[in-house]
């Protein structure tokens, strides 16, 4: 156990619709992340927070948009979704920032589009 | 855009052989680390190299990152079963803001 939450553990929903995903860090972490997980693109990097604060961007589409609150949890929005969202989506934690922090990843949520 | 590519994308050996992963990329990597990924869970971080030419061991896993900081190494003696999963590398790239791009990936299955 990472010590990384993630809700939900599945995520079944229709094209076009909206989710949350939500994600809670390591106690006294302060650095969130995102990645998206698919079969054929690997683990991607979508963004980072730091103590609220975005702090990098990586191949986060629009339709996507994320925050991290004051207690530190972070959600991640999909608006508008299309069958090619289809992934698994991972939260990982860290105290600090990269480039030499360890990250620890939560368990991930299943997103299925229909 | 940075890429890490890893290779071999599958190995399937038997237990007790040897057998090494390479990450490999036309970048300059601040850090590099490895992590393993079982099915339905989230990668687990083995190591991080930071120096060119550093090697660290654990256990029965050697790891090294190139003298130019753009390619790593991991080189697993005597596989078990155990070993079984998906290897990573990742390598944090920029400068001030760190972004992690991660390996294509090694699927291992180690048979007893």
């Known amino acids: 156990d990472s010590g990384v939450t993630q809700t939900p553990k599945h995520l079944i929903t229709a094209t076009g619709q909206r989710v949350t995903l939500r994600c809670s860090p390591r106690?006294?972490?302060?650095?969130v992340y995102w990645y998206q997980q698919s079969l054929d693109q690997g683990l991607q990097f979508l963004i980072q927070?730091?103590?609220?604060?975005?702090?990098a961007k990586g191949n986060i589409l629009e339709r996507f948009s994320a925050q991290q609150f004051p207690d530190l949890h972070s959600e991640l929005n999909l608006s508008s979704l299309e069958l090619g969202d289809s992934a698994l989506y991972f939260c990982?934690?860290?105290?600090?920032?990269?480039?030499?922090?360890?990250?620890?990843f939560g368990p991930g949520t299943r997103l299925t589009v229909l | 855009t940075q890429l890490l590519e890893q290779s071999p994308q599958f190995l399937s050996i038997q237990e007790g052989e040897n057998l090494t992963v390479y990450c490999n990329s036309s970048?300059?990597?601040?850090?590099l680390q490895w992590y393993r990924q079982e099915p339905g869970e989230g990668p687990v971080l083995l190591v991080t190299?930071?120096?060119?030419?550093e090697v660290k061991k654990l256990k029965r896993l050697t790891f090294q990152f190139g003298d130019a900081r753009k390619d790593s190494s991991l080189h697993i003696t005597a596989a078990q079963p155990g070993d079984t999963g998906l290897y990573l590398c990742?390598?944090?790239?920029?400068?001030?803001?760190?972004?992690?791009?991660f390996g294509t990936g090694t699927r291992l299955k180690v048979l007893a």
């Open positions: 927070y730091y103590n609220g604060e975005e702090r």
């Open positions: 106690s006294g972490d302060l650095s």
């Open positions: 990982a934690s860290s105290f600090g920032l990269p480039p030499y922090n360890e990250q620890f």
């Open positions: 190299v930071v120096t060119g030419g």
């Open positions: 970048s300059v990597f601040s850090s």
């Open positions: 990742a390598g944090a790239a920029g400068s001030g803001t760190y972004k992690y791009i």
